[in-house]
């Protein structure tokens, strides 16, 4: 008999559980997504700083270096994106890369474009939830629009700390920075 009461409650699920569950899965998807998008920068920077640099190394003495023009910057930062002729084409919209071929200005202005299109997208969600009247949908846009609330003051705060990682690239560039575990966490900071 005993075992038949223990098995009523089965299957029955806790309603504040079940929203403290999705209230952390959509905190894990919003981390993600942020993470993603700071990863991309960070990678189209490094692989741009590289190909220039590997560009700059391998011209010999007797060849002069021939300058890189700033279209094919942005086609090599690019490159390794999986959608190389949408990147082209947000970061030529700017005006701002028509003269520079330096990555940490592109990077820079690769987060403009980043800022600049979840902009574009912020009003979305509550323009289709005013057109939808079904609770479950308004719901679900809901949530894209903290994602995309949240992804933009990312993005904002991102630039900041990539600025202070550009300085500190900068440094060790310049031979002022150490690489390794020595020091102070205060000290590597200030790099």
């Known amino acids: 008999m005993d075992t038949i009461k223990s098995f009523k409650g089965y299957g029955k699920v806790d309603e504040l559980e079940e929203r403290a569950f999705w209230h952390n899965t959509r905190k894990r998807l919003l981390i993600l997504i942020v993470l993603a998008i700071v990863l991309m920068a960070v990678i189209i920077a490094a692989v741009a700083g590289t190909v220039i640099h590997n560009r700059n190394a391998a011209a010999s003495d007797e060849i002069p270096p021939t300058p890189t023009s700033p ?6 930062v690019c490159s390794v994106t ?41 009003s979305l969600p509550n323009s289709l939830m005013l057109k939808i009247h079904d609770d479950r949908v308004k719901a679900a846009l809901s949530v894209c629009q ?5 992804a933009i003051d990312r993005t904002m705060d991102g630039g900041k700390q990539d600025e202070k990682i550009l300085s500190a690239a900068a440094g060790l560039r310049r031979g002022r920075g150490r690489i390794g575990g020595g020091g102070t966490s205060g000290e590597r900071e200030e790099l």
């Open 71 to 76: 279209a094919a910057s942005i086609k090599a």
């Open 82 to 122: 999986h959608y190389p002729d949408l990147c082209v084409s947000s970061i030529q919209k700017l005006e701002s890369t028509n003269s520079t071929t330096d990555p940490e200005e592109i990077f820079k202005i690769s987060l403009q474009v980043v800022l600049s299109e979840l902009l574009n997208i912020s």
């Open 146 to 150: 903290t994602i995309i609330d949240n």
